[in-house]
């Protein structure tokens, strides 16, 4: 309990600092957006928190809004930008989750904030990830995989919201930097799965 009131001033306090110290390029990334992608910059989508609340997820959008003649969205792949991939890759596009993080939405580091419909299909313990906010930082990051299934996310989210700690914190915390430069290398802006609930419904 100690060390999840720390946890939640630390979060504060960093994401606040952080977003203060990167503000000129969060200032570019939203011009660059604009220039390729146009408005709006920003895309909100309602995900699953702590204790399976709702909250509205920021990114930088990384695809256009492009449609066929009878007005359907062209499928992702087309519609996602040279700049928007770059984005993905280097993990730039979640940025904007430092204002959830300032408003308590989410933590620096902790599971990956999903679709509220992805709730029903979570095992037992594996919901056990829903007891701690979500993260910028996911614990995935401790293991270097880029190329998650759904079952391997799920278990290290929800072990380590089971062995929550300043020691494990600082464990990913370090591990993230090579994370990313090895998304970036095996270009994991391309990856792609299929829907937890679409995969978990053909069992």
Same mark, same amino acid.
């Given at each position: 309990?100690?060390?999840?009131?720390?946890?939640?001033?630390?979060?504060?306090?960093?994401?606040?600092?952080?977003?203060?110290?990167?503000?000129?390029?969060?200032?570019?990334?939203?011009?660059?957006?604009?220039?390729?992608?146009?408005?709006?910059?920003?895309?909100?989508?309602?995900?699953?928190?702590?204790?399976?609340?709702?909250?509205?997820?920021?990114?930088?959008?990384?695809?256009?809004?492009?449609?066929?003649?009878?007005?359907?969205?062209?499928?992702?792949?087309? &519609?996602? =930008?040279?700049? *928007?991939?770059?984005?993905?890759?280097? %993990? @730039?596009?979640?940025?904007?989750? !430092?204002?959830?993080?300032?408003?308590?939405?989410?933590?620096?580091?902790?599971?990956?904030?999903?679709?509220?419909?992805?709730?029903?299909?979570?095992?037992?313990?594996?919901?056990? &990830?829903? =007891?701690?906010? *979500?993260?910028?930082?996911?614990?995935? %990051? @401790?293991?270097?995989?880029?190329? !998650?299934?759904?079952?391997?996310?799920?278990?290290?989210?929800?072990?380590?919201?089971?062995?929550?700690?300043?020691?494990?914190?600082?464990?990913?915390?370090?591990?993230?930097?090579?994370?990313?430069?090895?998304?970036?290398?095996?270009?994991?802006?391309?990856?792609?799965?299929?829907?937890?609930?679409?995969?978990?419904?053909?069992?």
């Amino acid at each position: 309990m100690v060390y999840k009131v720390f946890k939640r001033c630390f979060d504060f306090t960093s994401a606040l600092l952080l977003f203060i110290v990167i503000s000129p390029l969060f200032l570019v990334l939203m011009i660059c957006a604009w220039i390729s992608i146009g408005r709006p910059i920003f895309f909100h989508q309602e995900r699953s928190g702590k204790d399976e609340k709702p909250f509205g997820l920021m990114k930088f959008r990384t695809m256009t809004d492009a449609r066929d003649a009878e007005g359907n969205l062209l499928p992702d792949a087309e &519609r996602l =930008t040279k700049f *928007g991939r770059f984005l993905r890759n280097s %993990s @730039l596009d979640e940025l904007p989750e !430092l204002l959830n993080i300032i408003k308590g939405d989410m933590a620096v580091i902790g599971p990956r904030p999903l679709y509220m419909k992805y709730n029903p299909y979570y095992t037992e313990y594996e919901r056990k &990830r829903n =007891t701690v906010r *979500g993260g910028l930082i996911p614990p995935e %990051s @401790l293991y270097y995989d880029s190329f !998650l299934t759904w079952d391997k996310q799920l278990k290290y989210e929800a072990d380590y919201a089971e062995n929550l700690s300043f020691m494990l914190d600082v464990k990913i915390l370090i591990s993230v930097f090579k994370t990313m430069l090895r998304r970036n290398k095996e270009d994991y802006g391309e990856y792609a799965r299929e829907a937890l609930d679409i995969e978990r419904s053909k069992k």
